[in-house]
């Protein structure tokens, strides 16, 4: 089975964000209130139904 939801919500992560090269079969991507970083590729968001990223210092990043 492929992963299509990752909640992580309100754990205390710190650093950057792994894995934002994530399969097409991710669907939503929860990871607010915490402490995470980095940049978030355009082909993620474009597989994302949903994300919640409130509390962290997520960027976009246009170019691959």
Do not use: C
């Amino acid at each position: 089975p492929a992963l299509s939801n990752l909640v992580l919500f309100d754990n205390n992560l710190t650093g950057a964000l792994p894995g934002t090269q994530a399969s097409k079969s991710l669907q939503e991507l929860i990871v607010g209130s915490n402490s995470l970083s980095g940049t978030v590729s355009t082909s993620l968001l474009s597989s994302l139904s949903i994300m919640y990223a409130r509390s962290t210092t997520l960027s976009h990043r246009s170019s691959e």
